[in-house]
């Protein structure tokens, strides 16, 4: 912000005090004429050059009067360059998808002081700190010892503002700004985003929607399709995880699956919208939209979707798992070893990587190309925010990096991307991109995977957290289904089987039409670790399922998901010509 006007514009009151001082000269050099002429000429003349002294003084003010008029008018003083357009425009309300509110514009004021328009500025400096207590000794000398009016401070407050004025002193004066507050503080703060001072939007929907916000009137808000309270939730739940198991990030995502809208998106360190720079480096950063990762076993839901929906096998058909499979110089291998021949339900439930491989090359390369863009998992997540993320991808689509895909390595995408491939597979089949702004109803989205290879999915989902890899997610009375991931990042070069992305992609409920609400839930830790209580393991199984079980357990009340009696066995719906496991 310019603390210093342009001196054009003090042109005026330069003009101005030089016709004074030749007034008032003009009147010295007149009144002693007159002495003279008192003394020479006697009282009559005395009279006529008193009428002619005054006759002077008044064509000379008038006169400066007339040139300060014209200079204003050739040289207009423009309102300050830090908040002339922002006090102009504002910013429109942003609220939640209930109208609670996120962001609004608070009415403040800058403060100025001119030197020319005070006497004794040793008033000023002794009054005026005490009720402007960001104000600096040293800005305020600089302006009291300069020539021209200087902003010295803003965002004081309309109470500020008068006590100030009280105190009378000349050349201080005020300039209406606007101040963007966040009332929600640091909940959804990389969702909602923030602006720069002079009310520019520059993260997350207040860039987004900048165009939307700037001047809109007084009262009418934005809404946004997040619900705050789920994105308190989220937000509590992801930081509580974050700590407890020491991780360097966390990000977390609650989706409509059939509208595609954000009911709340989390990225850990949190982030004051209020302070953006004040906290770390990292909080900075929105992971779910402008990181990428090796998902890891979760991307098996859509391996498993392609190999059901091209009919190339059922939940039952038998994958060898009994040995590693080698692949030219790749051998892969199970975290869990079967040692085992597993049905189709069971590579699921096991998170079987040798399963998943061999799914992957009956898939085949250009089969899985289509349905990878099919997914949007080729491409950025086509969504508001800005800085949405392109995926890392291979080269070419050979064998090994098709048998790697197939169990969420070799490929590199973001987890908003992530989750509406999830939203994809469990709403019917059908891709909708995803989307800030309120959804009344379903967009019609393209078809990727049939509603029975959508139902069969829900079923395994389900299933996993059943007698699976996902029981910590599991929360009584809500049919929770759900997909783990452990995945090894790379480390200069080399996989580090000590540093995982632990995840979990969950969906509820699971049972019901495949038109009934339904929402993903999708939680990543980057590089948790383990704790006396998870016995030495930092997997997803253990660390970002029962997060995401938590997360289920405070928000289905506020979705309107009722809560089902727990039962001793719970049959499971079969998709059109499936037969469901246990």
């Known amino acids: 912000m310019s603390t ?63 040139i300060g008029a014209v200079s204003a008018a050739l040289w207009p003083s423009p309102a ?78 309309p109470q500020q503002k008068a006590a100030i004025d009280d105190l009378g002193l000349p050349g201080v004066s005020f300039e209406p700004e606007v101040r963007r507050v966040y009332p929600a503080g640091p909940v959804a703060g990389h969702l909602v985003g923030f602006t720069q001072r002079g009310g520019e939007g520059l993260a997350g929907a207040e860039r987004a929607l900048d165009r939307q916000l700037v001047g809109r009137a007084e009262g009418d808000a934005t809404p946004l399709s997040m619900d705050l309270r789920v994105q308190a939730a989220l937000d509590s739940e992801l930081s509580a995880a974050a700590t407890r198991f020491s991780a360097l990030g966390a990000v977390g995502v609650v989706t409509n ?56 096998a059922t939940i039952d058909t038998p994958f060898d798992a009994r040995a590693p ?13 079967d040692n085992a021949v597993l049905p189709l339900w069971k590579v699921f439930t096991h998170s079987s990587n040798i399963g998943a491989a061999r799914l992957g090359l009956m898939v085949g390369a250009d089969r899985m190309r289509d349905y990878l863009a099919g997914l949007g998992l080729l491409d950025a997540a086509p969504v508001q925010l800005p800085g949405s993320a392109r995926p890392i991808l291979p080269r070419t689509f050979t064998d090994n990096a098709v048998a790697s895909m197939a169990f969420g390595s070799a490929i590199s995408v973001s987890p908003l991307a992530i989750a509406a491939g999830m939203d994809t597979v469990l709403n019917g089949g059908d891709y909708v991109p995803l989307t800030i702004a309120p959804r009344a ?46 995945q090894e990042k790379v480390i200069d070069g080399h996989y580090d089987r000590h540093k995982l992305v632990s995840s979990f992609a969950a969906v509820f409920p699971t049972d019901g039409a495949l038109s009934d609400d339904r929402y993903v839930v999708l939680i990543m830790l980057d590089e948790p670790h383990a704790t006396p209580e998870t016995f030495g393991f930092a997997t997803g199984g253990w660390t970002a399922a029962p997060t995401a079980g938590r997360v289920i357990a405070r928000i289905a009340p506020f979705l309107n998901v009722p809560r089902r009696p727990p039962v001793t066995f719970e049959a499971l719906p079969a998709g059109d010509g499936s037969t469901s496991p246990g």
């Not at 720079?277 to 498993?304: M, N």
């Not at 059943?466 to 289904?481: D, F, I, M, N």
């Open 325 to 337: 499979l080698t692949i030219g110089r790749q051998t892969i291998h199970d975290y869990d070893k």
């Open 257 to 312: 699956v059939h509208t595609g809208e954000i009911l709340a998106l989390s990225s850990w360190p949190a982030l004051d919208p209020a302070a953006p720079g004040a906290g770390p480096r990292q909080a900075r950063i929105d992971h779910a939209v402008t990181s990428v990762y090796e998902p890891g076993s979760i991307f098996k839901v859509f391996t498993l979707a392609m190999g059901l929906d091209a009919g190339l």
């Open 4 to 66: 210093r006007e342009p001196h054009r514009r003090n042109r005026p009151l330069a003009e101005t005090s030089r016709l004074r001082t030749a007034a008032l000269a003009a009147i010295w050099r007149i009144e002693h004429g007159f002495e003279h002429a008192r003394r020479a000429r006697g009282l009559a003349n005395d009279t006529r050059l008193r009428i002619l002294a005054v006759a002077c003084v008044l064509g000379l003010g008038f006169l400066g009067l007339a």
């Open 441 to 486: 109803s379903a967009p019609n989205g393209r078809r990727v995977i049939s509603a029975a290879t959508s139902r069969t999915m829900l079923n395994l989902m389900r299933l996993n957290v059943l007698q699976g890899t996902g029981g910590k997610a599991r929360v009584s009375g809500y049919r929770v289904g759900g997909k783990t991931g452990s």
């Open 80 to 157: 300050p360059r830090s908040t002339a357009l922002f006090a102009a425009q504002g910013r429109g309300d942003l609220v939640d998808r209930r109208g609670s509110l996120l962001a609004t514009d608070l009415p403040v004021y800058g403060l100025y002081y001119d030197p020319q328009l005070n006497w004794d500025p040793g008033e000023v400096r002794a009054r005026l700190p005490a009720l402007a207590p960001g104000l600096t000794p040293a800005r305020l000398a600089a302006a009291v010892g300069g020539d021209h009016r200087q902003y010295l401070i803003g965002d004081l407050s």
